[in-house]
């Protein structure tokens, strides 16, 4: 006789534990149970059948696994908490007593310490599983490292997730590891690659954050404990595989001061001593500086002198620059395109990671108050900027602080341009520098000025691209994301309309156009024909449009009245009328017979006075052919659609309609973008 199964010893039921009965088994509280299991990456699962999984007849909404629950009781933080329970304990029992000196000694002294060191040793067994995890990490902590400190969000939380934050964006400064960027309404997203693993991570604004009390910090806080201890591990080891001492020196004051990426001071191997910003502009005396200014001013002149001795040689050798463009011509980076429709759209080559980490290095920028420092500042220095300068009120770390500095080659602006005078306040015009010095925010010489949206726009195509598309008050091109790109039939921006619309689409939009040309023409005729009305009449024209009675006859049998429509009336109307709607099967009579023919209706009836009809009558019948083309071509199609579909099984019907209704909604969507942008291009033309 076989045994007889008890009820949950096996399948569902037995694979799975209610969070209760977790809670029971491991002895521990709630709170504490949710901590342990972000600690140890255990998550609620969902059964096929919750009636089955469940012991009880309650219906139980949250389950775990039996053996993740079961793992979890050899691990050595149960201890930990179980100690910090009876230390609360002692500690009320002396609150208790009265005894408030003990109390806070046992707080003190023996509060148990947690590591999460082993849990991150087993969690990522290698640095590569590290690296995997690191997008939710950077989020988290760049997101505490901007919220304001409140009893929830303590402060040291926040100082810690800034330096770990720092030290990691040094990093990928120094090794040049950033590759892409875009800005959303969300913040900011950043994408780098290291070890070959393709990290993303958002970052918010440089807003005022407000902290509501619908969020749990308490378990954001968790979170945030071992996401900090997994990016020092990581740091660690980015920093030691490239030879720098970590953790890197951290200067206090230069922070407090606002320097934040300029408070990071690197040392190691192959890190170079760069000349102290600070010692440039605020440490030295004004004799200094103006040595200083006077050698740079030199060094400046002298440039110019070789650049002008170069042009000139250069327009004595021509051969020799045509056959030095024709080299660099053949060095350019080789293209591939598109040979038939249809065919496979190829990844185009990009330059390599060093050159494209080196796209900044040859130029000196200035940031405007209205731009975003930190930001600018991380993306320049990560593509290879050395000379980076703001106002002093941004913080500590630039370059230098004076706008007027010629050796600056770009200014990033964030506001509409603005008329200045010429010469500024202070300055006397008899004097040397008010030729050479800009007004207050006007412009230097020689100087490119660029909106914000350019360095982001130049990192994702990994190219310089024209300054003057992105030149103060131009309407910029639009920022697009570089993770997204355009599919066959969706709407591209950075294209022309010509090249997405289909043939009925730009048809359609010929002729409204035509449609509304005419419209235009003939409601500009009619006004010029009441013009010219209003001219002719020289009672209407002294009275400006308006019927004046004369007010010397009140007799109303001198007032003709309306006796009403005569027969000869009648019948001339309704003569017209048949006309009319003889002229009009006519022109139908007409069109059928050119389609049976196979030729097109707009090709005879290019006299319209014979017909007697108007142009705009010509111009409407053109496009009635063509829709009546259209509507036909589309009808044999969908008539050919219909026939292969009665070929498939029901299955693949039901698939290949619901693959129709997709691209359909895709369709749609871009031919909406696609008017839109029609009405934009024709208001503004």
């Known amino acids: 006789m076989a045994k007889i199964k008890k009820r949950g010893a096996s399948g569902q039921a037995k694979n799975f534990i209610t969070r209760t009965q977790a809670v029971r088994k491991l002895q521990i509280s709630l709170p504490d149970f949710r901590r342990l299991c972000i600690y140890k990456g255990i998550y609620p699962r969902e059964p096929r059948n919750k009636k089955k999984a469940s012991k009880t007849s309650t219906a139980s909404t949250t389950f775990y696994y039996t053996k993740d629950i079961q793992y979890l009781l050899h691990e050595p933080i149960l201890n930990k908490f179980r100690d910090h329970k009876a230390l609360a304990k002692k500690i009320a029992r002396s609150l208790g007593r009265g005894d408030v000196g003990d109390a806070a000694r046992l707080e003190k002294t023996a509060k148990p310490r947690i590591t999460l060191d082993h849990i991150i040793k087993e969690r990522y067994p290698t640095f590569v599983d590290a690296l995997r995890d690191l997008d ?14 409140t009893s929830t969000v303590p402060p040291k939380t926040i100082a810690l997730c800034q330096r770990l934050c720092l030290e990691f964006e040094h990093y990928l400064i120094v090794t040049h590891s950033l590759r892409k960027s875009f800005i959303s309404i969300k913040g900011i ?32 806080g968790t979170f945030v404990e071992f996401y900090t201890t997994l990016l020092g591990f990581v740091n660690y080891r980015l920093y030691t595989s490239i030879g720098l001492v970590y953790p890197p020196k951290f200067d206090t004051k230069s922070d407090e001061r606002g320097g934040e990426l300029s408070a990071i001071v690197l040392e190691g191997a192959g890190v170079t001593t760069e000349q102290d910003p600070a010692q440039l502009t605020n440490g030295t005396t004004e004799e200094d500086s103006m040595g200083a200014q006077i050698d740079l001013n030199a060094d400046v002149q002298r440039r110019a002198d070789q650049l002008g001795e170069t042009l000139e040689a250069s327009e004595e050798s021509e051969p020799t620059d045509q056959v030095m463009e024709d080299h660099a011509a053949t060095d350019a980076i080789d293209k591939f395109e598109v040979q038939g429709e249809g065919a496979d759209v190829l990844d185009q080559p990009r330059m390599s990671d060093t050159e494209a980490g080196l796209l900044f290095a040859p130029y000196s920028f200035f940031l405007s108050r209205e731009t975003p420092r930190q930001p600018l500042e991380f993306l320049l220095r990560a593509y290879g900027c050395k000379r980076i300068s703001w106002d002093e009120v941004l913080g500590d770390g630039a370059f230098t602080n004076d706008e007027n500095d010629p050796s600056i080659t770009h200014q990033i602006v964030d506001r509409p341009p603005t008329q200045h005078l010429d010469t500024p306040t202070g300055l006397d015009e008899d004097q040397p520098d008010a030729q050479t010095a ?86 500009a005729v009619a006004d010029s024909n009441g013009e010219v009305d209003a001219e002719d009449d020289p009672e209407s024209g002294a009275d400006h449009g308006m019927d004046v009675a004369s007010g010397d006859s009140d007799d109303p049998s001198e007032v003709e009245e309306f006796g009403g429509f005569g027969s000869d009336d009648i019948e001339a109307l309704a003569g ?87 691209n359909r909604r895709k369709d749609d969507e871009a031919a909406k973008l696609r008017s839109k942008r029609r009405k934009l291009e024709k208001g503004k033309s």
């Open 136 to 149: 939710d990490a950077l989020s988290l902590l760049f997101l505490f490292a901007n919220l304001p400190f």
């Open 189 to 220: 997203y950043y994408q780098a690659t290291i070890q070959g693993q393709d990290i993303l991570w958002l970052v918010p604004h440089k807003f005022v954050q407000k902290v509501t009390g619908d969020v749990d910090f308490r378990i954001m």
């Open 438 to 523: 800009p007004a207050r925010g006007g412009r230097m010489p020689g100087r490119t000025y660029i909106q914000p949206q350019w360095v982001w726009d130049c990192i994702n195509q990994g190219k310089l691209l024209r300054p003057d598309l992105y030149a103060p008050g131009a309407t910029m091109p639009p920022h697009l994301s570089p993770w997204v790109k355009p599919s066959k039939a969706a709407y591209d921006p950075t294209l022309p309309l010509a090249e997405q619309e289909g043939e009925a689409e730009a048809e359609q939009a010929g002729l409204d156009k035509e449609e509304q040309q005419e419209l235009d023409r003939l409601a």
């Open 576 to 662: 017209a009328d048949e006309d009319e709607v003889e002229d009009t099967r006519s022109q139908d009579q007409k069109e059928l017979e050119a389609e049976a023919a196979g030729l097109s209706y707009t090709e005879t009836s290019a006299d319209g006075k014979k017909n007697g009809r108007p142009a705009s009558s010509n111009s409407k019948g053109k496009g009635e052919e063509l829709r009546k083309k259209a509507a036909r071509k589309r009808k044999e199609e969908e008539e050919e659609l219909e026939r292969r579909k009665m070929m498939m099984s029901k299955k693949k019907r039901k698939l290949f309609e619901k693959m129709a209704y997709s």
